[in-house]
Nanobody, 128 residues
Framework: QVQLVESGGDSVQAGGSLRLSCAYF???????????MGWFRQAPGKEREGVAL???????MYADSLKGRFTISEDNAKNTLYLQMNSLKPEDTAMYYC???????????????????WGQGTQVTVSP
């Protein structure tokens, strides 16, 4: 059974930084069967949206509105995905989810429907 476990969410003031982590557990071949791993977020009353992804060869992709502030990275030795978030704004407040996809359609694609493994989420709250 594959599991994704997020951590690192917190309450911060605008302008601050946070680093989210996503540890993935399960069968050892999991990561090599995955096309993309990504971060998504969902604010109250809004649809879930893609934030960033990294594919199996290490290429990254970001939501246009977040480029320059957020950085996705992965430590394969630790089976952990990260999201560094800088210059946080109140509109970044949301539940942040880690996800993985074994679907070819997830390549260069931040649509949540293309991802078939999800973590439980970690809350990020940014105050003015």
């Amino acid at each position: 059974q594959v599991q994704l476990v997020e951590s690192g969410g917190d309450s911060v003031q605008a302008g601050g930084s946070l680093r989210l982590s996503c540890a993935y557990f399960g069968y050892s071949e999991f990561r090599y069967g995955v096309y993309s791993m990504g971060w998504f977020r969902q604010a109250p009353g809004k649809e879930r949206e893609g934030v960033a992804l990294v594919d199996r060869v290490g290429d990254t992709m970001y939501a246009d509105s977040l480029k320059g502030r957020f950085t996705i990275s992965e430590d394969n030795a630790k089976n952990t995905l990260y999201l560094q978030m800088n210059s946080l704004k109140p509109e970044d407040t949301a539940m942040y989810y880690c996800a993985a996809s074994t679907r070819l359609g997830s390549r260069n694609n931040l649509l949540p429907r293309e991802y078939n493994y999800w973590g439980q989420g970690t809350q990020v709250t940014v105050s003015p």
